[in-house]
């Protein structure tokens, strides 16, 4: 029913998986390049501030997950810093992805549309 959010779901999707089966913690500059396509089609997707600032806020994670050594300065006692990261990115896709359905939420209560669409009975 709504086309934006549908895309940012997808664009959100893509960056997920690309986290997922790219786990980083070396210099792989075709994940660091697909992810900055995905980042720069997400921007697009949704003309929404926090979805926006999200984002913005995961580029430079990717950067360093998908750098020599950017992610070694995430390392924690337990935790590397690769696998640090890409919870951290995956957590902040979670959020932007209830944000999401939070959005729909009030679009549908605004419009009168039930969670299926049409008319609310």
């Known amino acids: 029913m709504f086309a934006d959010l549908d895309e940012a779901r997808r664009r959100f999707s893509a960056l997920e998986e690309l986290v997922i089966h790219h786990p980083g913690g070396w210099a792989d500059e075709q994940a660091l390049r697909k992810s900055r396509v995905l980042l720069a089609a997400a921007r697009g997707a949704l003309?929404?501030?926090?979805?926006?600032?999200?984002?913005?806020?995961?580029?430079?994670?990717?950067?360093?997950?998908?750098s020599a050594a950017g992610h070694r300065k995430w390392d924690h006692v337990q935790t590397s810093g690769r696998d640090f990261l890409r919870l951290r990115i995956l957590?902040?896709?979670?959020?932007?992805?209830?944000?999401?359905?939070?959005?729909?939420?009030?679009?549908?209560?605004?419009?009168?549309?039930?969670?299926?669409?049409?008319?609310v009975l």
């Open 47 to 66: 003309d929404d501030p926090e979805c926006r600032a999200t984002l913005s806020a995961i580029e430079p994670l990717l950067n360093d997950l998908y």
């Open 91 to 119: 957590r902040d896709l979670s959020v932007l992805d209830q944000h999401l359905a939070a959005i729909e939420q009030q679009r549908r209560s605004q419009s009168g549309a039930g969670p299926f669409g049409g008319d």
